[in-house]
């Protein structure tokens, strides 16, 4: 059963297996076994179970290189987040992923601010970092229904 909002598998019949998309992504050459192109071959071949329970899906950084290089131009990024989408509904998120979004809902910032921090800040005469607006923090994470997929 597709999801709402799952994206429109026929754009990946427009592939025509150039392999653009994973020969110029920088995750594909920073994480062995990360392959953009074969991530969503996966998803035509055997399901959505077989690639949103695969923590590699989560390695890509959105910076959307492989849809700059795609000569079909599909939306390789997008289709991605999509699926990360669906993998986190169906509580499919790695645990370095949790941990961050839970700092996130915690704190408002993905990394722990020490005090260490705000003195080289400091040393450098960079100004201290400013207060998060929590409120405005909660209110996405309600919107996007994120803070319930954390808990």
Request: glycine content about 6%; charged content about 25%.
């Amino acid at each position: 059963m597709k999801r709402p909002g799952l994206f429109n598998e026929e754009l990946l019949y427009e592939c025509y297996q150039c392999a653009r998309c994973t020969g110029s992504c920088p995750a594909a050459f920073a994480v062995d076994g990360f392959n953009p192109r074969n991530i969503l071959l996966t998803y035509l071949r055997l399901g959505i179970e077989a690639v949103i329970t695969d923590e590699k899906l989560w390695c890509c950084t959105t910076c959307h290189v492989c849809e700059d290089r795609c000569p079909q131009l599909i939306d390789v990024a997008d289709l991605l987040c999509s699926l990360m989408n669906e993998a986190a509904m169906q509580g499919h998120i790695p645990e370095k992923v949790r941990a961050s979004a839970e700092m996130i809902l915690r704190t408002g910032r993905a990394l722990l601010v020490s005090r260490r921090v705000d003195s080289i800040r400091e040393k450098l005469g960079l100004k201290p970092l400013p207060e998060v607006p929590m409120e405005e923090v909660e209110g996405i994470l309600d919107q996007t229904g994120m803070a319930v997929l954390i808990g």
